[in-house]
């Protein structure tokens, strides 16, 4: 299916648009960041006469140092079972992963109370882990 096709399915048109215009204002604001950077590299030449090429070295050496930490730790986390991981598929690939927090083994009507207690529980803490909010997604481990 595609998205025109998508659109034309009342069921999940909203869901769709809502996806659609969620992504463009990600868009924006990726956008508006980047400008924000290049403002910041132009301070600093007309400033400093740093080398807006050597600026944007350091910057993206250090991000790049930042992104690897990161990864790292993801690693860490998921074989001390600090985080746990469900994989959509055998054999997914790991950037296909789900990464959070597992809340129940088994679920059922009875146990709602103690499904949203814990689902508010593992937000704080997915929140403290990534420092984003997380998704909650009913997923089965493919092994």
Same mark, same amino acid.
């Given at each position: 299916?595609?998205?025109?096709?998508?659109?034309?399915?009342?069921?999940?048109?909203?869901?769709?648009?809502?996806?659609?215009?969620?992504?463009?204002?990600?868009?924006?604001?990726?956008?508006?960041?980047?400008?924000?950077?290049?403002?910041?590299?132009? =301070?600093?030449?007309?400033?400093? @006469?740093?080398?807006? !090429? %050597?600026?944007?070295? #350091?910057?993206?050496?250090? *991000?790049?140092?930042?992104?690897?930490?990161?990864?790292?730790?993801?690693?860490?986390?998921?074989?001390?079972?600090?985080?746990?991981?469900?994989?959509?598929?055998?054999?997914?690939?790991?950037?296909?992963?789900?990464?959070?927090?597992?809340?129940?083994?088994?679920?059922?009507?009875?146990? =709602?109370?103690?499904?949203?207690? @814990?689902?508010?529980? !593992? %937000?704080?803490?997915? #929140?403290?882990?990534?420092? *984003?909010?997380?998704?909650?997604?009913?997923?089965?481990?493919?092994?």
């Amino acid at each position: 299916m595609n998205i025109e096709q998508a659109l034309q399915d009342g069921e999940i048109k909203n869901d769709v648009l809502s996806s659609i215009k969620e992504a463009v204002g990600i868009a924006l604001e990726i956008e508006s960041k980047q400008q924000e950077i290049k403002n910041i590299a132009t =301070v600093l030449k007309e400033d400093y @006469e740093i080398p807006t !090429a %050597e600026f944007n070295k #350091v910057v993206g050496a250090i *991000v790049k140092a930042n992104l690897e930490e990161q990864i790292e730790k993801l690693d860490e986390d998921l074989d001390d079972g600090t985080i746990e991981y469900a994989s959509p598929y055998y054999d997914a690939e790991r950037e296909e992963w789900f990464v959070g927090i597992e809340l129940t083994q088994g679920f059922d009507l009875e146990s =709602v109370g103690v499904f949203i207690r @814990e689902l508010e529980k !593992a %937000e704080r803490e997915f #929140v403290e882990m990534f420092g *984003v909010w997380g998704t909650v997604r009913a997923v089965k481990h493919v092994y």
